[in-house]
């Protein structure tokens, strides 16, 4: 069992930034995933980050203004988050995939733990 636990959601104005984090209870040796999700929304798949070699995935809308690293060492996962828009405003979730690599990084069912999220809200 890996319990996850976030932290740095907030608010902030748009062009903003915040710089998650996802800490677990234990190491993981798995593809760790970003996901969001808004009221009346699907959760959706923000960026992955596998463990032993670092590769990172991200979802179209935030390439280029986040950017997901990983402390193994400490246990934990980071999504710095830059120009934040208004639409970027949801509960993000970390998430611990049951796999070692990160092929289907943006599909919630392929992961086995998840964080109880951090609420992320930028205002126009």
């Known amino acids: 069992q890996v319990q996850l636990v976030e932290s740095g959601g907030g608010s902030v104005e748009t062009g903003g930034s915040l710089r998650l984090s996802c800490t677990a209870s234990?190491?993981?040796?798995?593809?760790m995933g970003w996901f969001r999700q808004s009221p009346g929304k699907e959760r959706e798949g923000v960026a992955a980050?596998?463990?032993?070699?670092?590769?990172?995935s991200y979802a179209d809308s935030v390439k280029g203004r986040f950017t997901i690293s990983r402390d193994s060492a400490e246990n934990t996962v980071y999504l710095q988050m830059n120009s934040l828009q208004p639409e970027d405003s949801a509960m993000y979730h970390c998430?611990?995939?049951?796999?070692?690599?990160?092929?289907?990084?943006?599909?919630?069912?392929?992961?086995?733990?998840w964080g109880h999220g951090t609420q992320v809200t930028v205002s126009s």
């Open positions: 980050i596998t463990a032993l070699t670092g590769t990172t």
């Open positions: 998430a611990a995939s049951r796999l070692v690599g990160c092929g289907t990084w943006d599909v919630p069912a392929g992961y086995k733990y």
């Open positions: 234990s190491y993981s040796r798995t593809c």
